[in-house]
């Protein structure tokens, strides 16, 4: 895989499935997105969740560790020889 893009995301249910939308609508598609709720109290989770695509890893976090944390996290994970970083109210 060539890039791992990295999608950290709290209380932003009415932001993430548009900025997920805009990754999935990419014409490049040799890629995985790594997303990472941390522990959101609203449904950012249940957003996140109703997508299905192959290419997406879910990490839902039970404990708030904070932003820094779950960028470290999703780094940590990522496969692909490259990485992009797009926030969960990005489009």
Request: hydrophobic letters at 40%; glycine letters at 6%.
């Given at each position: 895989m060539k890039v791992s893009i990295v999608l950290?995301?709290?209380?932003?249910?009415?932001?993430?499935?548009?900025?997920?939308?805009s990754v999935?609508?990419?014409s490049f598609s040799d890629f995985e997105l790594l997303i990472g709720d941390d522990a959101s109290p609203d449904r950012t989770a249940?957003?996140?969740r109703s997508f299905r695509d192959?290419?997406?890893?879910?990490?839902?976090?039970?404990?708030?560790?904070?932003?820094?944390?779950?960028?470290?996290?999703?780094?940590?994970?990522?496969?692909?020889?490259?990485?992009a970083l797009i926030n969960s109210d990005d489009l």
């Open positions: 950290p995301a709290y209380r932003h249910e009415k932001f993430i499935g548009p900025a997920i939308e999935l609508s990419q249940d957003v996140i192959p290419r997406i890893v879910f990490f839902p976090h039970r404990t708030n560790y904070g932003a820094t944390f779950n960028h470290r996290f999703l780094l940590e994970q990522a496969q692909g020889d490259y990485i």
